[in-house]
């Protein structure tokens, strides 16, 4: 899981993230809007501006626009410092045609937001603090100094001081919302698809695990004869030769070769099987297999498993899938980790469904971070304790994460709780005093149905990795 996480970490740069292609076509965009607004104001609207000036800021974005389609191909993606650049040179060309058309008392001046918003919605927050100081410069300066907007007749046309003043105030507070609420967002947007990126890598690992597993099975199913007819035949072959011990060694050794290939096959089957036999198992089965790796940690895993009031006493029969074992399996180790010294799986079903708990007696989940339990890269500040109890140990909480989505995926419904207050002294804490994990699934998601239990299951089919 720590190597999972780090390259899933590992793509948190932001560089190259923006294609070439998609800043051309904004700018177009903001081209054949700035040309319609300048033309419909000296033409239509009759305002004295200076037309060869504004069009020859336009023309420096569409000059820009055409090297960078001929130099470039259309898959070149621009790095941080390209992106910033490009931004900038927008920032800069867009204040200049508002100096030129009455500053901030033109209301094209929000525009001024665009080149920030997309800062940081794609570059480090170092390059969109420094965008956003820059836009602020700029819109001070063209709130102070601009070419005032006159109509036909000579008039000037602008907004009284006061309304100029909050207009300026409400464009460096949506410079500021807007890029903060902007890269909040994306930042959160990133962490998600890499944290379900990190599941689906998890749940495919698990899946290859369980097709390797049925591979050795089939495999060990194949061998089983010709291995004990080897057997068979070099014990006889021992036996008859006790008067040559040169042979004898040899047909022994063959013997305890064939014995050892038999625990050898045995021991990789244990990954996991695809035999159709194997497809379900009951729900105390299934629990073991998930909680088994963790079992040999030096804590104690006690497993109780019952019906509910009603219900059958018989052990439900549950499908054997990837994802529920492995989120089963994350939750235990997450237990075991952090338990005192005992870890309690808990399995309850009834008619409509099943429930799985698992307990531990350690201090519980951190109550400032009980109700973030199962995002993705939750960090919390870690104590020396802490450090000196785990020092592997990141706390990104990737792995609760994984496990509640694959868990989720099979239609369960996951909980976080402790078992008791984290702040009562320790001789006042009950035995299971640490986090509880409820797992609840309807019994439809994952009980097989009865009658297909009775059903003819088929042939074994080839197993494709």
């Not at 069009?55 to 090297?67: D, E, P, R, T």
């Not at 060309?93 to 665009?114: E, R, S, V, W």
């Not at 402790?418 to 320790?426: C, G, I, M, T």
Request: with cysteine; aromatic share 8%; proline share 5%.
């Amino acid at each position: 899981m720590a190597d999972l996480s780090a390259s899933v970490l590992a793509t948190e740069s932001r560089s190259e993230w923006v294609r070439l292609r998609t800043l051309i076509l904004l700018r177009w965009l903001a081209i054949a809007g700035q040309s319609a607004a300048i033309l419909f104001s000296t033409l239509y609207l009759k305002l004295q501006i200076d037309i060869g000036l504004c069009f020859m800021a336009i023309g420096a974005s569409m000059i820009s626009n055409l090297v960078a389609m001929f130099v470039y191909p259309e898959t070149k993606r621009l790095s941080e410092r390209e992106a910033l650049l490009t931004l900038l040179f927008d920032l800069s060309q867009l204040a200049f045609l508002l100096y030129l058309t009455g500053g901030l008392n033109n209301p094209f001046a929000l525009l001024i937001l665009a080149p920030v918003t997309i800062s940081a919605t794609a570059l480090r927050l170092q390059a969109t603090l420094f965008l956003g100081m820059m836009a602020i410069l700029l819109i001070s300066v063209v709130a102070l100094w601009h070419v005032p907007l006159r109509t036909e007749q000579g008039f000037v046309l602008r907004m009284p001081q006061l309304f100029v003043y909050g207009f300026w105030i409400a464009l460096v507070i949506g410079i500021a919302f807007l890029g903060a609420y902007a890269r909040q967002v994306t930042v959160e947007m990133h962490a998600m698809s890499q944290a379900l990126l990190a599941a689906q890598m998890a749940l495919s690992r698990e899946q290859n695990l369980t097709n390797l597993g049925g591979v050795v099975a089939a495999a060990a199913h194949e061998l089983g004869t010709p291995l004990a007819t080897i057997k068979l035949v070099s014990s006889e072959l021992a036996d008859e030769l006790s008067d040559r011990p040169d042979l004898a060694e040899d047909a022994a050794l063959i013997r305890d070769q064939a014995d050892r290939c038999r625990d050898i096959m045995r021991s990789m089957g244990q990954a996991g099987k695809d035999d159709l036999h194997l497809r379900h198992a009951p729900l105390g089965a299934v629990l073991r297999e998930a909680a088994d790796p963790h079992s040999e940690r030096g804590k104690s895993i006690h497993f109780n498993f019952a019906p509910e009031r009603g219900a059958d006493g018989v052990q439900p029969e549950i499908w054997r899938q990837p994802e529920i074992i492995h989120g089963l399996r994350n939750l235990v180790q997450n237990a075991v980790d952090f338990a005192e010294a005992n870890v309690w799986i808990d399995a309850r079903w009834g008619r409509d469904t099943v429930t799985v708990r698992i307990f531990d007696d350690g201090r519980g989940y951190p109550p400032d971070l009980l109700g973030r339990i199962g995002d993705p890269f939750v960090r919390r500040r870690r104590t020396a304790q802490d450090r000196a109890q785990r020092p592997e140990y990141e706390g990104m909480g990737l792995g609760l994460f994984i496990a509640k989505t694959l868990l989720e995926r099979s239609g369960a419904e996951v909980t976080f709780a402790n078992a008791s207050d984290p702040f009562l002294d320790p001789s006042e804490r009950p035995q299971r005093s640490g986090a509880i994990v409820e797992v609840l699934w309807p019994a439809a998601a994952v009980i097989v149905d009865p009658d297909a239990l009775k059903a003819p299951l088929g042939e074994n089919q080839p197993i494709r990795i």
